[in-house]
């Protein structure tokens, strides 16, 4: 194929309609052209995502869930991870993590009083965003902004929904800001998202008013939102991992993870209806004790117990167990 | 089809397996390669420019809308049309090596991914942090590094299965059949290629397109086809001088090669196509006579007639008598005015490579012409006085029969158009025809004057041993006659003009560098005009 004046015209075509795309979606994001092609999109492009995932999802979660945990550190960590591993090698095992998973989960809506819809990730965002891709669209009752949650916790909010689809912006992502309240006293703050790390989501930054409220392992809860959109009362987001005090700073800085580790989400919910009356700090799972470490970075394991890590690198890398 | 299909089909799984699979990956670096772009710079690389931009802006389109909603929309698709476009006029790499192929695939891929960052971070603005591009980034083109390899060898050797063509030919508007350059430079390079080496490089390609290897590709391949007319003429100079053939019949180069090109010499078999070149020191100048060293080996030149425009002028002016020396002359005198339009004979012309060697030309020319003088006299003979042709004999050839003259003592007008012969049944016929009958020579004799009023035609004599047996071949004069051409204005200047087609702007002429001045009344353009209308009117019935 030649490089010629019908190549040269094509390719001036090409460029003004992504430069015209890009304007287009820039000065107006929810124009009816954008929202109607990327219906489209979504009814055709997540059919095809649905299908693919349903066949590829047990291959991908089992990798993830090897992957995931392969920042540990100690040999003998790793030998346990590869026993679980093995054990997780039959597509019954898989099924039954993936019903652990949803067992938490209604667990921790019902504590909270929340109406979820159950739904899984099909797709990942593409590059640096950081958005995933839910099975569960209009048709089940989803709206944009609502809050989605998993067994640990936080996970996002829905940003668009296509009939059968729906695309939730992670709580890691730059562009995300969550109220949230800390734990004890119930100050208020907001935590916006770090982006993708070199392993998993980077640490959040959480501001609070009060600076004199903020210490390692304080639990966040999500604020209510007006009218309780995009985000529920009550829902756990993470913990305080290290405070960065500065000296003349109105409000109070420091780097929260989050208690969904993110790189593996498999079954999520959706919260298609708020709580009848706040559940306060009711789901938030058990207060770590403080440890007398120097530098306590206290996480919760995957059986919720109060089992501190002296090292925040490890404990950042694998995140609340997830398969354990 | 197949193509297309195999290539939609293609972009398509990767896509869904980039959506659903990869993106998940937790690798270390918290990036993942993009299986996607890669697919974009593979099609580039295989298929040329337009189907890399086209399943750029696809694919890229795609991503954007796929659900999991990624920023803006457009930025992919804006990144990976320019990487697949980019990558398909870097096709040519595909022949060099696999792994110069791949590196281009790896760079390119890069280029994508940094592209995509820097649109995202300059238009999406609550969207990733620079810190955050800065430490993924890195990472993402590690792995595209990794990735792009697999993927080109695959796309390739899938699309050497299919059929698809490597040939850089067709991607080198310098050699385009019909294009810039003549299908004789392109039958030239392909010949001249596949003689040197069968398969110079792209082994590693299945198909058989390989050997198709361009030489010229270096000859503004990167600038695209040619716009104007004046890069049309530079190109097809550059293809000449490159090539070793001439991008017009008659044409030829002269001064010297441009910088920095290398001539490729061409093969044995395309010999007669060398390049018709002056060779001042072959002969003796101002003589008749050529260099006493007769070269073997070479073949008759063919012949180039110098002419100036002032000198033709100044002989329309003269307005000399008919002077009959010859018996084409003296046909010429019975019908009228030559060729130039003026009574007598026509321009002198200097035969290069037209030699005095005594043989069986001159004695042919002796006998035809039935003059005493010899055309090509060796320097050590004495020079008959009066009706003789002075002669630059460049070269020496196998004794071509030369057009003589009948004024003497004026000086040869180089002519710097080469030959009056602008078709295809001129000289270049009659030289096969020599060739085949065994001919003593030939020449396209310009003081021959056929054909009453008909100006600049292309003449040319085929002279055998039996005698002078073909005429003049009065070509063109049918096309001359049936298109007349538009009346000669200046030009004002010689810049493209792309506004040409507006009426008010358009301006009769641009080929000449004569002023047109006057009007109807006064015998100008008008009058012109006036005469091309009528020539017209007498031409219909």
């Excluded at chain 2, 197949?2 to 699979?21: G, N």
Aim: net charge positive; with cysteine; proline share 9%.
């Amino acid at each position: 194929m030649r490089d010629t004046r019908l190549t040269r015209l094509l390719l001036s075509v090409a460029l003004v309609a992504s430069l015209g795309l890009i304007a287009v979606d820039y000065s107006d994001g929810s124009s009816s052209m954008v929202r109607s092609a990327r219906n489209a999109a979504g009814t055709i492009l997540g059919g095809a995502e649905r299908a693919v995932s349903t066949v590829t999802a047990p291959v991908g979660r089992f990798f993830a869930s090897g992957l995931a945990g392969s920042g540990g550190g100690s040999a003998a960590s790793l030998r346990r991870q590869l026993a679980a591993m093995r054990a997780e090698l039959s597509a019954a095992r898989l099924s039954r993590a993936q019903y652990g998973q949803l067992r938490r989960l209604l667990g921790e809506a019902g504590r909270g009083g929340y109406r979820v819809v159950a739904a899984s990730v099909i797709g990942y965002g593409q590059g640096l965003q950081q958005t995933v891709t839910l099975d569960a669209g209009s048709t089940a009752g989803i709206r944009p902004q609502m809050t989605v949650i998993d067994g640990d916790g936080l996970v996002g909010q829905v940003i668009a929904v296509s009939p059968a689809t729906c695309t939730v912006l992670l709580a890691s992502a730059p562009s995300s800001v969550v109220g949230v309240r800390l734990a004890p006293g119930g100050q208020i703050g907001w935590v916006t998202g770090g982006g993708r790390g070199p392993s998993g989501p980077a640490l959040l930054r959480l501001q609070v008013l009060d600076p004199a409220a903020l210490a390692p392992g304080e639990q966040l809860v999500t604020a209510a939102s007006v009218r309780d959109r995009p985000f529920v009362p009550g829902v756990p987001v993470g913990v305080v991992v290290s405070v960065r005090s500065r000296g003349a700073a109105l409000t109070g800085q420091a780097l929260v993870r989050l208690y969904t580790g993110l790189t593996a989400l498999d079954v999520v919910g959706i919260v298609i209806a708020p709580p009848v009356r706040n559940p306060r700090f009711s789901v938030l799972p058990p207060r770590p004790k403080p440890t007398p470490t120097p530098t306590p970075t206290p996480t919760p394991s995957s059986s919720r117990s109060a089992s501190p890590h002296a090292h925040p690198a490890t404990a950042a890398g694998q995140g609340p167990g997830r398969h354990g | 089809m197949a193509r297309l299909l195999v290539a939609t089909a293609a972009l398509a799984a990767a896509l869904l397996a980039q959506l659903t699979i990869v993106n998940g990956l937790p690798l270390p670096g918290g990036a993942v390669p993009d299986l996607v772009l890669a697919c974009v710079v593979a099609t580039g690389l295989t298929a040329g420019p337009r189907a890399g931009l086209v399943a750029g802006f696809c694919a890229g389109l795609a991503v954007d809308l796929a659900p999991p909603d990624t920023g803006l929309l457009g930025v992919y698709a804006l990144a990976f049309c320019l990487v697949g476009y980019l990558c398909g006029r870097l096709r040519a790499v595909t022949l060099a090596s696999a792994g110069l192929a791949m590196l281009t695939a790896a760079c390119a891929m890069a280029a994508g991914e940094v592209m995509v960052a820097c649109l995202t971070l300059a238009l999406d603005t609550p969207g990733p942090t620079l810190a955050s591009v800065a430490t993924a980034l890195p990472w993402s083109v590690l792995y595209d590094a990794m990735a792009s390899p697999v993927v080109l060898l695959v796309w390739v050797r899938a699309a050497a299965l299919l059929g698809v063509s490597f040939s850089t030919v067709d991607d080198t508007p310098a050699v385009e059949a019909g294009g810039s350059a003549a299908p004789s430079a392109v039958a030239a390079v392909r010949r001249g290629t596949r003689g040197a080496s069968p398969h110079p490089a792209g082994g590693w390609l299945v198909g058989d397109g390989a050997g198709e290897a361009v030489a010229v590709g270096a000859v503004g391949w990167l600038d695209g086809p040619p716009r104007s007319r004046r890069a049309r003429r530079h190109l097809a100079r550059l293809t000449a001088t490159l090539t070793g053939a001439s991008p017009r019949a008659g044409a030829f180069w002269v001064g010297s090669r441009p910088p920095g090109l290398v001539t490729v010499p061409p093969a044995a078999e395309s010999a007669q196509s060398r390049l018709a070149r002056l060779r001042p020191d072959a002969g003796t100048a101002g003589s008749a006579a050529p260099a006493a060293r007769p070269a073997p080996g070479r073949p008759p030149a063919k012949p180039v007639r110098l002419g100036l425009a002032g000198e033709q002028r100044r002989r329309m002016r003269s307005g000399r008598g008919l002077a009959s020396a010859g018996p084409r002359d003296r046909e010429a005198g019975q019908h009228g005015p030559d060729r130039h339009g003026m009574r007598g004979p026509g321009l002198p012309s200097i035969p290069f490579g037209a030699g005095g060697q005594a043989g069986p030309g001159d004695a042919l020319w002796r006998r035809v012409t039935g003059r005493s003088g010899s055309a090509g006299d060796l320097p050590g003979r004495p020079r008959p006085a009066g009706n003789e042709a002075p002669r630059i004999a460049f070269g020496s050839g196998g004794g071509l029969a030369v057009p003589h003259r009948t004024s003497p003592g004026r000086p040869a007008a180089p002519r710097f158009r080469a030959g009056l012969a602008r078709s295809a049944s001129g000289p270049w016929l009659a030289r096969r025809g020599t060739a085949s009958d065994g001919t003593a020579g030939f020449g396209s004799a310009a003081g021959d004057g056929h054909g009453p009023g008909l100006a600049r035609l292309a003449g040319g004599v085929r002279l055998s041993a039996r005698g002078l047996r073909a005429a003049s071949i009065t070509h063109g004069t049918a096309s001359r006659q049936g298109r007349p051409r538009r009346a000669k204005t200046a030009r004002m200047s010689s810049r493209r003009r792309s506004l040409g087609w507006l009426p008010g702007l358009r301006r009769a002429g641009d080929r000449s560098a004569v002023w047109r001045i006057g009007s109807a009344r006064t015998g100008g353009a008008g009058a012109m005009r006036a005469r091309v209308r009528s020539a017209r009117a007498e031409g219909k019935p």
